[in-house]
Nanobody, 128 residues
Framework: VQLQASGGGLVQPGGSLRLRCEVS????????IGWFRQAPGKEREGVSC????????YYHDSVKGRFTISRDDFKDVLYLQLNNLRPDDAAVYYC??????????????????????WGEGTQVTVSS
């Protein structure tokens, strides 16, 4: 299984980026896929996740209304649109797959502890 994340970069506060995660070598019906981030000195946190079987999504409170997760099933690509970026969004962003579809409060559980497969990260820097 391979996941390849790209699309990071340097943007000014208020700017936008679109992250891309290409998935290969994985096939299942029930799983969770999503984006995580890790800033220096902090624990990796779930940003946004999607359950494959029903398409339900989860967003971290800090990104609701600004980030959007989506996927292109034909190309096996997962996206994360990042709008209105803030300095505290700066981190290395990773995509990951959990072979489970755990839920929490009706939404996909989005925790790094569930992840079975990780891709290499892509750096997002937000600075003026």
């Amino acid at each position: 299984v391979q996941l390849q994340a790209s699309g990071g970069g340097l943007v000014q506060p208020g700017g936008s980026l679109r992250l891309r995660c290409e998935v290969s070598g994985f096939s299942s019906h029930r799983y969770t896929i999503g984006w995580f981030r890790q800033a220096p000195g902090k624990e990796r946190e779930g940003v946004s996740c999607m359950s494959n079987s029903d398409g339900k999504t989860y967003y971290h409170d800090s990104v609701k209304g600004r980030f959007t997760i989506s996927r292109d099933d034909f190309k096996d690509v997962l996206y994360l649109q990042l709008n209105n970026l803030r300095p505290d969004d700066a981190a290395v962003y990773y995509c990951g797959i959990s072979v489970f579809e755990w839920t929490l409060g009706g939404a996909p559980r989005c925790t790094h502890m569930d992840i079975s497969y990780w891709g290499e990260g892509t750096q997002v820097t937000v600075s003026s």
